[in-house]
């Protein structure tokens, strides 16, 4: 279980102050699948953001079942993210110098582990015949299905996805979509910040933020 209390982020100082979340209180469930909608600025990122581990509150706290993290130091943080949570990003993220399977298998070197599993991913996730290429030769849709499978080599809880079908043609990102809610459906938590009505209806819950405050969910 997630679980925010109170959580706030302001950047800046003085007069170029900006709160991008104000006192945010949320519990989000193991093995939901969320979206988090809102109109640009309005603090859904941050907040994702913040669940993930990639920044830290300047009020309120963040909790992963019994264990806060808001409160981890920098080493801390990195060794929670790198075997507690799966990053999906817009654009891909892929590092440009190394191939498809060496992006993907790249957290679990970091986490000193042999990517057991790697080649069960690549066949669920259709791609075992181009984890030799480079991000460059792959199209969209590929680059974001290496990027899922990156997220996943570390099995981690929960995946957290910042637009991923906003960088996607409508067919690739029905495909992305419909493998999100596979592995929601084999327990996985998703959580999945976008501007797009038709994603935000295929999750289970629809929590609305609006100038740093949830408005609806």
Same mark, same amino acid.
Not at 58 to 69: M, S, V
Not at 94 to 122: C, M
Not at 156 to 162: F, G, K, R
């Given at each position: #279980?997630?679980?925010?209390?109170?959580?706030?982020?302001?950047?800046?100082?003085?007069?170029?102050?900006?709160?991008?979340?104000?006192?945010?209180?949320?519990?989000?469930?193991?093995? %939901? #699948?969320?979206?988090?909608?809102?109109?640009?600025?309005?603090?859904?990122?941050?907040?994702?953001?913040?669940?993930?581990?990639?920044?830290?509150?300047?009020?309120?706290?963040?909790? !992963?079942?019994?264990?806060?993290?808001?409160? #981890?130091?920098?080493?801390?943080?990195?060794?929670?993210?790198?075997?507690?949570?799966?990053?999906?990003?817009?654009?891909?993220?892929?590092?440009? %110098?190394?191939?498809?399977?060496?992006?993907?298998?790249?957290?679990?070197?970091?986490?000193?582990?042999?990517?057991?599993?790697?080649?069960?991913? !690549?066949?669920?996730?259709?791609?075992?015949?181009?984890?030799?290429? !480079?991000?460059?030769?792959?199209?969209?849709?590929?680059?974001?299905?290496?990027?899922?499978?990156?997220?996943?080599?570390?099995?981690?809880?929960?995946?957290?996805?910042?637009?991923?079908?906003?960088?996607?043609?409508?067919?690739?990102? %029905?495909?992305?979509?419909?493998?999100?809610? %596979?592995?929601?459906?084999?327990?996985?938590?998703?959580?999945?910040?976008?501007?797009?009505?038709?994603?935000?209806?295929?999750?289970?819950?629809?929590?609305?933020?609006?100038?740093?405050?949830?408005?609806?969910?």
């Amino acid at each position: #279980m997630i679980k925010t209390e109170n959580l706030t982020r302001t950047y800046g100082k003085g007069e170029g102050k900006v709160v991008a979340l104000k006192g945010v209180d949320l519990t989000i469930n193991d093995g %939901e #699948m969320v979206a988090i909608i809102g109109k640009s600025g309005s603090g859904k990122s941050t907040l994702l953001n913040l669940i993930g581990g990639l920044d830290v509150p300047t009020e309120g706290k963040i909790f !992963y079942n019994d264990t806060e993290i808001g409160r #981890m130091n920098d080493t801390e943080l990195s060794k929670f993210r790198l075997n507690n949570v799966g990053f999906v990003f817009q654009f891909f993220d892929l590092i440009p %110098e190394l191939t498809a399977e060496e992006n993907i298998l790249l957290p679990s070197r970091l986490a000193k582990k042999k990517g057991e599993g790697a080649e069960g991913l !690549y066949s669920a996730l259709d791609i075992n015949d181009r984890i030799k290429h !480079y991000p460059s030769e792959l199209s969209g849709g590929q680059q974001q299905r290496a990027a899922i499978a990156r997220a996943l080599i570390n099995s981690p809880d929960v995946l957290l996805c910042d637009e991923p079908t906003g960088n996607l043609d409508k067919r690739s990102g %029905e495909e992305v979509m419909a493998l999100l809610k %596979e592995l929601n459906g084999k327990g996985k938590t998703v959580i999945i910040v976008t501007h797009d009505d038709e994603v935000a209806r295929q999750c289970r819950r629809v929590i609305e933020i609006s100038d740093g405050e949830i408005v609806s969910q």
